[in-house]
């Protein structure tokens, strides 16, 4: 069992950058592989990025490509996701997810717990 609690979201102005934390209780956060994924009102939940469970193998949605980055530190059980020159179609309320067999990262079927959700607003 994994619970996990995200926070660092508010509002920012177009151009701004935050930095999402993921906060994951239990000794075995390490063997989990991560994600980020995003909704918007009205809107399908979408893939934001991924990362693997050693921190090595990272991917993006090519929405955020090069302005999103995504890390771990396995030390601190904790998930990031510092969003740079975010634009007002960045605004959702931001998931993160963890999951013990993910294969193709993008899907959210794969994750097996997901945190409450944290929201992100960008004003333009």
């Known amino acids: 069992q994994v619970h996990l ?9 177009t151009g701004g950058s935050l930095r ?27 893939f934001v990025a991924a990362i693997g469970w050693s921190g090595v193998t990272t991917h993006y949605a090519d929405s955020v490509e090069a302005r999103f980055t995504i890390s ?5 059980n ?7 020159s975010l634009k007002p179609e960045d605004t ?20 097996d717990y997901w945190g409450q959700g944290t929201q992100v607003t960008v004003s333009s």
Request: glycine share 12%; proline share 1%; charged share 20%.
């Open 72 to 76: 771990r530190d396995n030390a601190k």
């Open 20 to 46: 999402l934390s993921c906060a994951a209780s239990g000794r075995t956060f390490s063997s989990y592989s991560m994600g980020w994924f995003r909704q918007a009102p009205g809107k399908e939940r979408e």
């Open 92 to 111: 959702a309320v931001y998931y993160c997810a963890a999951g013990l067999t993910v294969v193709k990262y993008r899907g959210a079927e794969e994750y």
């Open 5 to 13: 609690v995200e926070s660092g979201g508010g509002l920012v102005q």
């Open 78 to 84: 904790t998930l990031y996701l510092q969003m740079n």
